[in-house]
């Protein structure tokens, strides 16, 4: 397994309740894994997990063979080579998006970062945006800023929270497939954090419906929403 | 084990010692009640404590009392009713706050004495030589008046920020409920800005516990006045670690009271689309009168005393103007600047800590980070004194000089003293401004290989330049002012404009304190309206 997740019990507060309770996932080299759940049922937490912005009380994270997080262990989240795109994106509104893409690969040389920022806008088509500051670009723009930045550094996993939430429908339908080809395209191993069917559908090769931090209904996107096992996977996959 | 507290990376680490270091007078206050207690100690306890409380029980509540009906009803005014230069007072009330009130004491007696401004008038006119005693401000009710009208702009900046975000939809349903504008302020706007107003309060209560200029030129007794006269007239350093103890009591119970005023009374809204109130526009005599109102206030709190001082400025600018004026401006410019920026990094590394590592430790971080706020300027004086020495004994000890006073003697012990004391306003304005850019793009950065320092010069801190902007202008206007810290804590022969605007007075030289008062007042207006004018553009 490329990603593990064993046995993990996380709060947000040492007086509340667990998010997640004995928490297990697996996900295999170059997969992409859907996570459905509603609101507060411990999906972007998962996603904070593994890029270690948060630490569990309990249990075991693994990505590619290497410990990042156990009871002795704590690799910091500039170490834990993870892309991440966050819901609103997180763009740095001081940065122009070639500076924001460059951000993350501050240590190669000059030369080098710009080779490889220009691929990158290449691959998200937004060579002729490079020069624009976060405000003066669109929804869908934004986003795949946000997509290149997270790619460039050239993660073991890629981690997206809510990616199309702040999207239109139509918009939506159109990332969704430049999405899918350009995750294809680099082979990168992903997980989609998401409340919408649809992402499952058109993206992800493996699917699990959460429900208060465990996990209700694991497999194959199209067989889980045509055979919902519970009344909560229904409603999540109607 | 250090892993256990906190100590993960340089800014925890650095952020613990800092709080230690900020503990330690505080510390030392509290060693020291345990010391055997002194005749002196019996004599005031005996004959002159009820005195104290007495006295500050009344400037406390009366003052509040004022503060929060001028503050409170003027905030209501310039948002609600659209009048003549309404605008001008929106930021035009707060003015009074660059005038410290031991200046607009002693310029308010200089105003009002026999040979004052009034008198003169009155008997050079009208041939009306009057009881002297309706002139004597110098009294509990003259100081009452003098802190509220310098320190309402507290209740008045937050109540106005309060009801400027408030929402409009409350009040026109009022009105569409057939309720009165008397009876809209009265049920609705009242209640809902109790929060604002009692935090506003709050604020005014610890600068008169705090004052020491207005009371000792009044002659009044309180626990500021008699800290200093145990301590340097007495020299009874125990003593005065007693009072101080009884006024952080004092203090103690202001903010028990202000959690119980507040507690269970904060509103929120129960949508998220809150949109200003639109002003009505007023005419005829409501607008005049409310012109006249908020023209009075600014009048007594600004224009008056600043006119009174330019009047004394010029006829004694003559004895006054000279290099060491030129040395206190700069003593006094250099001391706020290296002070607030010392103060802003101290709050930039604890706040920085405390958002990134959520935990019981950090939570106390924050809390005794702005803890030192509600200590009185005499209290923070007499802790950090005793700290310092025992620094200095401990030195001699090591180097074995034995005459050697390193610490206690320099610079370095004021800016400690400030850095307590103002470091809850530097913190402020640094946690707000983290609060608004949020953990978002931290955390992109982060996740982008960046460490927690890297990604605060590069990520953090260009989104919250306008914070800490803020958060330096509003320490630097606060150290400027400041006295009963600087009278105590300055080195030999160093003198701020504060210091030596309140020795004249004190020697009744007040002319000759007005050319000083007027450049301190001078350099807090431009600072002010820096202020406004950031929040402005930031908003």
Redesign the interface.
């Given at each position: 397994m490329f990603v593990n997740m064993t046995d993990i019990d996380f709060c947000y507060d040492k007086n509340n309740e667990n998010i997640l309770e004995d928490f297990e996932l697996n996900i295999d080299k170059g997969q992409t894994l859907s996570i459905l759940g509603e609101s507060g049922s411990g999906k972007s937490t998962i996603l904070r997990l593994l890029?270690?912005?948060e630490r569990q009380k309990k249990g075991q994270i693994v990505i590619g063979n290497k410990i990042m997080n156990n009871e002795n262990t704590f690799v910091?989240?500039?170490?834990?080579?993870?892309?991440?795109v966050?819901q609103?994106y997180?763009l740095?509104?001081?940065m122009t998006v070639f500076e924001n893409i460059s951000?993350?690969i501050?240590?190669l040389s000059k030369k080098q970062r710009k080779q490889k920022v220009l691929e990158t806008l290449t691959l998200v088509d937004l060579v002729d945006h490079k020069s624009k500051y976060p405000h003066q670009l669109s929804g869908g723009q934004q986003q795949r800023t946000a997509l290149a930045?997270?790619i460039v550094?050239e993660p073991q996993i890629l981690l997206l929270d809510e990616p199309f939430s702040n999207l239109d429908t139509n918009l939506k339908n159109n990332i969704r497939e430049s999405l899918k080809e350009i995750i294809n395209v680099i082979g990168i191993t992903t997980i989609i954090v998401s409340h919408d069917k649809l992402d499952a559908l058109k993206l992800a090769d493996q699917l699990i419906v959460l429900k208060e931090g465990k996990i209700k209904q694991k497999g194959i996107p199209e067989q889980l929403i045509s055979k919902p096992n519970t009344g909560y996977a229904e409603s999540i996959l109607a | 084990m250090f892993k256990k507290i906190g100590f993960t990376n340089k800014w925890s680490v650095i952020s613990f010692f800092l709080i230690i270091l900020i503990l330690m007078p505080s510390v030392f206050i509290l060693i020291g009640f345990f010391n055997p207690i002194s005749d002196t100690w019996l004599h005031i306890r005996r004959y002159l404590l009820k005195d104290y409380i007495y006295n500050s029980v009344i400037l406390v509540f009366f003052t509040g009392l004022f503060s929060i009906i001028i503050g409170v009803s003027l905030a209501w005014f310039v948002n609600a009713y659209d009048f003549k230069y309404s605008n001008f007072f929106k930021w035009g009330l707060i003015l009074p706050l660059a005038v410290p009130p031991y200046i607009g004491s002693y310029t308010y007696v200089g105003l009002l004495n026999y040979t004052g401004v009034i008198q003169t008038f009155l008997r050079n006119n009208f041939e009306l030589v009057l009881n002297q005693s309706y002139f004597n401000i110098m009294s509990l009710s003259g100081a009452i008046f003098i802190y509220t009208i310098f320190l309402y702009p507290y209740v008045f900046l937050i109540t106005h920020a309060f009801l400027q975000k408030q929402s409009a939809s409350l009040v026109e349903v009022s009105k569409t409920l057939g309720k009165s504008p008397i009876s809209i302020f009265f049920r609705i706007i009242l209640p809902i800005s109790r929060g604002a107003y009692v935090a506003g309060t709050t604020l005014v209560v610890l600068e008169v516990l705090n004052d020491y200029g207005v009371v000792k030129y009044f002659g009044i007794s309180t626990f500021s006045t008699s800290i200093f006269q145990t301590w340097f007239s007495l020299g009874d350093i125990n003593s005065a670690i007693r009072l101080s103890v009884y006024l952080m009591a004092f203090v103690i119970i202001v903010l028990f009271l202000e959690k119980l005023s507040r507690g269970g009374k904060q509103y929120s809204y129960s949508n998220t689309k809150i949109k200003p109130l639109k002003a009505k526009k007023l005419t005829g005599w409501k607008n005049w009168s409310m012109f006249i109102y908020a023209f009075t206030v600014i009048s007594l709190g600004f224009i008056i005393p600043v006119l009174q001082l330019i009047y004394w400025s010029i006829i004694s600018y003559g004895k006054i103007l000279n290099m060491n004026i030129i040395q206190t401006v700069l003593n006094s410019i250099g001391v706020s600047l290296v002070g607030s920026f010392i103060i802003l990094v101290a709050a930039v590394i604890i706040a920085n800590t405390v958002r990134i590592k959520k935990n019981i430790l950090t939570k106390n971080y924050a809390r005794i980070a702005v803890l030192g706020y509600s200590i009185p300027g005499a209290v923070i004086a007499v802790g950090v004194m005793i700290f310092f020495l025992k620094m200095d004994n401990f030195i001699q000890l090591i180097s074995g000089q034995n005459n050697m006073l390193l610490l206690s003697s320099s610079i370095f012990m004021l800016i400690f003293a400030y850095l307590i004391r103002f470091l809850a306003i530097g913190y402020n304005s640094v946690e707000s401004g983290f609060n608004k850019i949020g953990t978002?793009?931290h955390?992109?950065?982060?996740?982008?290989?960046?460490?927690i320092t890297k990604t605060f010069f590069?990520?953090d801190l260009?989104?919250m330049k306008p914070a800490l902007m803020s958060g330096f202008l509003l320490v630097s206007i606060e150290i400027l002012k400041e006295l009963p810290l600087t009278l105590i804590l300055r080195p030999f022969n160093f003198n701020t404009l504060a210091t030596r605007a309140f020795e004249y007075a004190n020697d009744e030289m007040i002319h000759e304190s007005a050319i000083l008062s007027l450049i301190l007042i001078f350099i807090s207006v431009i600072l002010v309206y820096s202020l406004t004018y950031i929040k402005k553009k930031g908003r």
């Amino acid at each position: 397994m490329f990603v593990n997740m064993t046995d993990i019990d996380f709060c947000y507060d040492k007086n509340n309740e667990n998010i997640l309770e004995d928490f297990e996932l697996n996900i295999d080299k170059g997969q992409t894994l859907s996570i459905l759940g509603e609101s507060g049922s411990g999906k972007s937490t998962i996603l904070r997990l593994l890029a270690g912005l948060e630490r569990q009380k309990k249990g075991q994270i693994v990505i590619g063979n290497k410990i990042m997080n156990n009871e002795n262990t704590f690799v910091s989240p500039e170490n834990r080579e993870v892309g991440m795109v966050f819901q609103d994106y997180a763009l740095f509104p001081h940065m122009t998006v070639f500076e924001n893409i460059s951000f993350g690969i501050s240590n190669l040389s000059k030369k080098q970062r710009k080779q490889k920022v220009l691929e990158t806008l290449t691959l998200v088509d937004l060579v002729d945006h490079k020069s624009k500051y976060p405000h003066q670009l669109s929804g869908g723009q934004q986003q795949r800023t946000a997509l290149a930045r997270a790619i460039v550094t050239e993660p073991q996993i890629l981690l997206l929270d809510e990616p199309f939430s702040n999207l239109d429908t139509n918009l939506k339908n159109n990332i969704r497939e430049s999405l899918k080809e350009i995750i294809n395209v680099i082979g990168i191993t992903t997980i989609i954090v998401s409340h919408d069917k649809l992402d499952a559908l058109k993206l992800a090769d493996q699917l699990i419906v959460l429900k208060e931090g465990k996990i209700k209904q694991k497999g194959i996107p199209e067989q889980l929403i045509s055979k919902p096992n519970t009344g909560y996977a229904e409603s999540i996959l109607a | 084990m250090f892993k256990k507290i906190g100590f993960t990376n340089k800014w925890s680490v650095i952020s613990f010692f800092l709080i230690i270091l900020i503990l330690m007078p505080s510390v030392f206050i509290l060693i020291g009640f345990f010391n055997p207690i002194s005749d002196t100690w019996l004599h005031i306890r005996r004959y002159l404590l009820k005195d104290y409380i007495y006295n500050s029980v009344i400037l406390v509540f009366f003052t509040g009392l004022f503060s929060i009906i001028i503050g409170v009803s003027l905030a209501w005014f310039v948002n609600a009713y659209d009048f003549k230069y309404s605008n001008f007072f929106k930021w035009g009330l707060i003015l009074p706050l660059a005038v410290p009130p031991y200046i607009g004491s002693y310029t308010y007696v200089g105003l009002l004495n026999y040979t004052g401004v009034i008198q003169t008038f009155l008997r050079n006119n009208f041939e009306l030589v009057l009881n002297q005693s309706y002139f004597n401000i110098m009294s509990l009710s003259g100081a009452i008046f003098i802190y509220t009208i310098f320190l309402y702009p507290y209740v008045f900046l937050i109540t106005h920020a309060f009801l400027q975000k408030q929402s409009a939809s409350l009040v026109e349903v009022s009105k569409t409920l057939g309720k009165s504008p008397i009876s809209i302020f009265f049920r609705i706007i009242l209640p809902i800005s109790r929060g604002a107003y009692v935090a506003g309060t709050t604020l005014v209560v610890l600068e008169v516990l705090n004052d020491y200029g207005v009371v000792k030129y009044f002659g009044i007794s309180t626990f500021s006045t008699s800290i200093f006269q145990t301590w340097f007239s007495l020299g009874d350093i125990n003593s005065a670690i007693r009072l101080s103890v009884y006024l952080m009591a004092f203090v103690i119970i202001v903010l028990f009271l202000e959690k119980l005023s507040r507690g269970g009374k904060q509103y929120s809204y129960s949508n998220t689309k809150i949109k200003p109130l639109k002003a009505k526009k007023l005419t005829g005599w409501k607008n005049w009168s409310m012109f006249i109102y908020a023209f009075t206030v600014i009048s007594l709190g600004f224009i008056i005393p600043v006119l009174q001082l330019i009047y004394w400025s010029i006829i004694s600018y003559g004895k006054i103007l000279n290099m060491n004026i030129i040395q206190t401006v700069l003593n006094s410019i250099g001391v706020s600047l290296v002070g607030s920026f010392i103060i802003l990094v101290a709050a930039v590394i604890i706040a920085n800590t405390v958002r990134i590592k959520k935990n019981i430790l950090t939570k106390n971080y924050a809390r005794i980070a702005v803890l030192g706020y509600s200590i009185p300027g005499a209290v923070i004086a007499v802790g950090v004194m005793i700290f310092f020495l025992k620094m200095d004994n401990f030195i001699q000890l090591i180097s074995g000089q034995n005459n050697m006073l390193l610490l206690s003697s320099s610079i370095f012990m004021l800016i400690f003293a400030y850095l307590i004391r103002f470091l809850a306003i530097g913190y402020n304005s640094v946690e707000s401004g983290f609060n608004k850019i949020g953990t978002d793009f931290h955390e992109a950065s982060r996740t982008l290989g960046n460490g927690i320092t890297k990604t605060f010069f590069k990520v953090d801190l260009p989104m919250m330049k306008p914070a800490l902007m803020s958060g330096f202008l509003l320490v630097s206007i606060e150290i400027l002012k400041e006295l009963p810290l600087t009278l105590i804590l300055r080195p030999f022969n160093f003198n701020t404009l504060a210091t030596r605007a309140f020795e004249y007075a004190n020697d009744e030289m007040i002319h000759e304190s007005a050319i000083l008062s007027l450049i301190l007042i001078f350099i807090s207006v431009i600072l002010v309206y820096s202020l406004t004018y950031i929040k402005k553009k930031g908003r």
